[in-house]
């Protein structure tokens, strides 16, 4: 295998095409899949090496894969991170990047408004084995101050937030951290790698559900964890590297085929996601239209600051409770009922009784996600037929 290594002088999209690349024997153009569970050695000597250390080729693809480790370069050049560390799916990365740096005894901090099962992390997975946990309300800075003790080793976040976009100040829950001694993880998926890096503002490691815009066409699972080269290498690999949650080849080859793509697909989506919303909030029978890129969102000059488009994702309510917002779900012919998002085809779900249906009714109240609340991922196609479907739905939901 031969590299080509990046030059310092290219920028973002360039190095979305060519970054990390390997080429074998074969010169081949595009990225070479190697669908390979092992590697054969050329001697025991070489074997014996290679497990020691002492000779850097591939030994096993539970943790090192040359497909997989292109997709880890290129992302690494990406976020600007010093490493990477590619696995099954997001919550493979979220879970792997916090139980990488925490041990029975220590205290994390993490923001109240989560994805489903990265709060399920927090919250109930990690007491389990002696890890404490304090859930904060993300968008106080002071709360975060409250939360710490001395034995504080993690802030998890996610900003902004599954579902309803609620936005947290990196920078400064950053500087709290470090104040306390703690490393800030970052779960980006909301605002992609394009449009806000955590690590410039100061957070220490990144965390991406790869399933999302990354792959962006809605096939496969992945994920990644980044961060400096010793977290990665003394932290997470080991721990990776003996539970096994590793990304399969295909998956990363199919990934490094979409980073090629993901600059203008995160910003096409994001040029319609402000169209879509700002169609949505002239809808009657929808409410609360919450979008970080319009101006009514209560955090949208901090949302700028930080991210340079407001991304795909809409969240709103629908007038009439549950019974309305399953009216419209159900009235929609092109935006599809889907749990997932970031994929080139509009989706649309009901957190209330899908991605968060796992909360009470008082917790899912104290995040602001009602039954009457909807989260839109915008997609790729023509926005005039995005806002028709939903202006569609909305009348017939307020029949
Ligand atoms: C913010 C966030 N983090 C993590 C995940 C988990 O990703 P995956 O489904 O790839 O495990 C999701 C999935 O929806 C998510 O929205």
Known sequence: MQDTPSKTSWRQRTR???????????????????????????????????????????IYSRFSNPT????????????????????????????????????????????????????YIAEEMLPRFGVSCTLVDGRDSNAWQAACRDNTKVFFLESPTNPNLQVTDLKAVADIAHKAGA??????????PILQHPLELGADVVVYSAT??????????????????SYIEEEVKPLLRHTGPAMSPFNAWVMLKSLETLDMRVREHARSGACVADHLAEQPGIENVLYPGRR????????????????????????GGKQAAFKFLNALQLVRISNNLGDAKSLI?????????????????????????LRLSVGLEDAQDICADLAAAAQIAAR
């Open 68 to 119: 997989v480790g292109m997709f880890e370069q290129r992302m690494a050049e990406l976020e600007g991170a010093e490493a990477a560390w590619a696995t099954a799916t997001g919550m493979a990365a979220v879970s792997s990047a916090l139980l990488a740096m925490l041990k029975a005894g220590d205290h994390i901090v993490a923001a109240k408004a989560l994805f489903g099962s990265c709060r």
């Open 16 to 58: 979305l095409v060519h970054g990390g690349t390997m080429r074998s024997q074969f010169g081949e153009t595009s990225e070479a899949m190697f669908l390979t569970s092992g590697y054969v050695y050329q001697s025991a000597e070489e074997a014996e090496a290679r497990f020691k250390g002492e000779d850097d080729g591939f």
């Open 296 to 319: 009514d969102h209560p955090q949208h000059t901090l949302a700028m600051a930080q991210m340079e488009m407001g991304g795909n994702i809409v969240a709103f309510d629908v007038r």
């Open 183 to 192: 490393r800030l993880v970052v779960d980006n998926v909301f605002a992609t």
């Open 349 to 373: 779900t009901h957190p209330a009784t899908t991605t968060h249906q796992r909360l009470s009714p008082e917790a899912r109240a104290e995040l602001g996600i009602s039954d009457s609340c």
């Open 212 to 229: 999302k815009h990354i792959d962006g066409q809605g096939r496969c699972l992945g994920g990644v964890i980044l961060g400096s080269q």
